[in-house]
């Protein structure tokens, strides 16, 4: 009886330093920063649905190409999320706002770390679609941080 409550007990105490599981929409949100940090295309991509567009009538394959260019312009990229806000349309919808800081070390290659700037902040309003269960972006618009 004794050995049994104390199996009882290290479970509860474990089931609560693991906490909640994470909102499936957020850990979406996390995997893009992971890739945008280790600035790899493809798996920031691999959350981008494949009818996106963005705002400015960007298709998915331009977004890919001015994520890949600005990936190319940095020796390290760290993203960082603020004020993230997610509102559920349901459970095959969501949007999430959030300001990104972004920094980094720019290329030194032909002065191109004289025309990169080394941080930059802006706001994000995405839509988000649940397919076959992954949570992918299908519409983003995102500017300039206002400050």
């Not at 930059?120 to 519409?139: C, H, I, P, S």
Request: glycine fraction near 10%; proline fraction near 5%; hydrophobic fraction near 45%.
């Amino acid at each position: 009886m004794r050995h049994t409550i104390r199996i009882t007990a290290a479970l509860s105490l474990l089931s609560l330093a693991c906490g909640t599981p994470k909102d499936p929409v957020r850990a979406t949100l996390d995997a893009l920063v992971k890739g945008a940090d280790a600035r790899d295309a493809g798996a920031l991509f691999d959350r981008i649905a494949p009818g996106f567009s963005a705002a400015d009538g960007s298709s998915r394959d331009e977004a890919r190409a001015l994520v890949e260019r600005y990936f190319a312009a940095y020796e390290i990229l760290d993203v960082r999320l603020e004020d993230v806000r997610i509102e559920r349309g349901g459970p095959e919808a969501a949007r999430a706002r959030f300001r990104a800081r972004l920094s980094g070390q720019p290329r030194r290659i032909g002065g191109l770390d004289g025309l990169v700037p080394s941080s930059a902040v802006y706001d994000f309003d995405l839509r988000l679609t649940n397919e076959g269960g992954a949570w992918k972006v299908a519409w983003a618009q995102w500017n300039p941080a206002g400050g």
